[in-house]
């Protein structure tokens, strides 16, 4: 295997379409996507549809592609398993390992979107996932004219906020907010920092996607392309730094909970809906941090 984008290219190709059990295999991602700004860094991703997805599980197929560096599963988008492999050169690939018959039943619902109200949820999130990732752009590797048939039904996902989503996500933000800083205050910084970055930097990402778009701007899920799209305000807002101590926390934490509060209060006016705000916990979270910055001085 060679580390020029033509030679993975062939390579991956061969492999898949040596393997019978492969239904297709599918080049999404930015290297798959018309007008993406691919570089050295980016990676290969792609869906790989079998009727033996078991077989794929472990990762132990990545080594049969090339000299393979390392590798390692998780579960993403639902109940799928997302190999990642590292080869020589540090070349990066991503397989979502999929059954067939998964996929053909998730196409088949695409091909009828007007049932949509009568869909199970997993079918609903499946669909879902396809919007996410697939849409922006896809490359049919194995699989033939009935595959790309398949894909080219998959739309772009525009995923509305409802108010009731809206109040569920203030509702975590604040309340992690509040335990966050507790735990800054009493010591335990990796809790704080992990809180701040799992669910406060990416609720607060969630809503300045949905502000952004209510606005015509372009945005995009999981903070992807974030850097292009987040206005200079909101990346200065968003530009995080969380020593483990407790007062660069607490400072941490005033400064994204201020980002959260101006972009929720955006998005409220914009659909109409009663501001989330929340004056207590800002001005309690004020005076911990000063607080915190005064004995530290002392």
């Excluded at 794929?56 to 998780?74: H, N, P």
């Amino acid at each position: 295997m060679s580390g020029e984008s033509d030679g993975w290219d062939s390579c991956v190709s061969r492999w898949a379409k040596s393997r019978p059990d492969i239904s297709a295999l599918v080049q999404i991602g930015s290297r798959a996507q018309g007008g993406a700004t691919v570089d050295e860094w980016s990676d290969y991703d792609y869906h790989l549809v079998t009727s033996r997805p078991e077989a794929y599980r472990d990762g132990s197929f990545a080594r049969e592609l090339g000299k393979c560096w390392v590798s390692g599963a998780q579960v993403a988008f639902g109940n799928a398993v997302k190999i990642t492999a590292v080869y020589e050169g540090a070349l990066e690939a991503d397989f979502v390992v999929l059954s067939s018959l998964d996929v053909r039943i998730v196409m088949a619902a695409l091909k009828w979107p007007s049932t949509a109200r009568f869909w199970p949820r997993a079918l609903r999130l499946g669909v879902e996932s396809f919007q996410i990732v697939a849409a922006p752009g896809w490359r049919v590797i194995k699989g033939g004219a009935a595959w790309e048939r398949r894909y080219s039904r998959v739309s772009p996902l525009r995923s509305v906020l409802s108010e009731r989503e809206y109040t569920q996500l203030c509702g975590e933000f604040w309340t992690q907010l509040v335990w966050a800083a507790k735990k800054a205050v009493r010591g335990e910084y990796r809790a704080s920092q992990r809180a701040l970055h799992l669910h406060l930097l990416e609720n607060t990402m969630r809503m300045l996607q949905e502000q952004a778009l209510l606005e015509g701007r372009k945005a995009y899920p999981l903070s992807r392309r974030a850097e292009g799209w987040l206005t200079e305000r909101e990346l200065r807002g968003t530009d995080i730094d969380s020593a483990p101590s407790g007062a660069p926390l607490l400072a941490a934490l005033e400064k994204i909970s201020g980002t959260f509060a101006e972009s929720s209060a955006a998005v409220a006016t914009l659909r109409g809906w009663n501001t989330s705000q929340q004056g207590e916990v800002t001005a309690w979270l004020g005076e911990k941090r000063l607080s915190l910055t005064g004995k530290a001085r002392q």
